[in-house]
């Protein structure tokens, strides 16, 4: 281990020292963090997901999208308290549509209902799909974490990783710093606070770093998937301009122990002024089968 190592682990993530923690990012010059970008071009697809709130549902775009300011007020995976971030799931090169699609991904992000092995009921939330208008710049940390299903791109990252280590005379502390982040990235927290590194690090490159504070947010695999799919955390200034709202649908998760099923209900037919109007989906003879069987003896849970 370096002393940038050495300093990170000494980190008390308790005592929210943010003083000291950036005095160790300093310990690296601006120019000598090595980055990997990752683009995603116009017509690429970003999935969201929300729990709805007991009898509630959601009728405006604005509250699919990134949260208010004061309604961040913890640490979370890629930003820090009074930080919103725009956090969606994208579509990896090659998923799996049949066991992986993004929407089963975010389920695994926000659902506590649907990684509870022993819970049942029917969870209502709802699915928001977004597309990608103008090129979004992001950085891609080189995947260093234990992943059981990794995607195709954390190879093509990984690769890209090893082939500027060859080609360049990458800086040692430079590295030593983004391969300690590239594991924080992909550790499972059961407290926020100990976010507190790698969610102050995003916003060290995204806010400080001058080599990096001109992109748009970052990309990381999804831990709960186990890498199956990757998330993005996006400036909020950014969706603003780059990101454009496609549709929403409400869903119903209904679960029996580790046994689920995801239904959707209905879907928006338009949006006027911010406002969405749904329409009920019609459901095929099979899926109406599924929804009756999976659906016997379970009650909204909200």
């Not at 008390?12 to 995603?40: A, C, H, Q, S, W």
């Not at 090893?162 to 924080?184: F, P, S, W």
């Not at 955390?233 to 603003?240: G, K, L, M, W």
């Not at 929403?248 to 099923?261: I, N, P, T, V, W």
């Amino acid at each position: 281990m370096g002393r940038i190592t050495d300093s990170l682990n000494a980190i008390d993530v308790t005592k929210e020292n943010t003083e000291e923690l950036y005095g160790i990012f300093r310990m690296v010059e601006d120019f000598n963090l090595p980055v990997i970008r990752f683009y995603l071009y116009p017509g690429s697809g970003l999935v969201r997901q929300r729990v709805n709130q007991q009898g509630m549902d959601f009728s405006m775009v604005s509250e699919l999208g990134y949260p208010p300011l004061l309604c961040v007020k913890g640490y979370e995976r890629a930003n820090v308290p009074y930080q919103p971030m725009f956090y969606a799931c994208s579509f990896p090169s090659g998923y799996n549509v049949e066991t992986h699609p993004p929407r089963l991904i975010a389920l695994q992000e926000t659902s506590a209902f649907f990684k509870d092995t022993k819970s049942s009921g029917i969870e209502r939330c709802t699915v928001s799909r977004w597309e990608v208008v103008k090129n979004i710049e992001l950085i891609a940390l080189p995947f260093l974490a234990d992943y059981n299903m990794p995607n195709d791109d954390i190879a093509t990252i990984k690769n890209a990783w090893n082939k500027e280590l060859q080609e360049y005379d990458v800086n040692t502390e430079g590295r030593e710093l983004i391969e300690y982040m590239a594991k924080e990235i992909g550790k499972e927290f059961k407290d926020n606070v100990e976010y507190f590194k790698i969610a102050n690090f995003v916003n060290y490159l995204l806010n400080v770093n001058e080599k990096t504070k001109n992109a748009d947010g970052v990309i990381y695999p999804s831990v709960p998937s186990g890498g199956a799919g990757f998330n993005v955390a996006i400036r909020p200034t950014t969706v603003d301009e780059k990101i454009k709202f496609v549709g929403a649908s409400l869903c119903h998760l209904l679960k029996k122990g580790k046994q689920s099923y995801l239904q959707v209900m209905n879907q928006s037919a338009k949006v006027e002024n911010g406002v969405i109007t749904y329409k009920d989906k019609e459901m095929s003879p099979q899926e109406v089968m599924m929804y009756t069987q999976y659906a016997e003896g379970l009650t909204l849970i909200n």
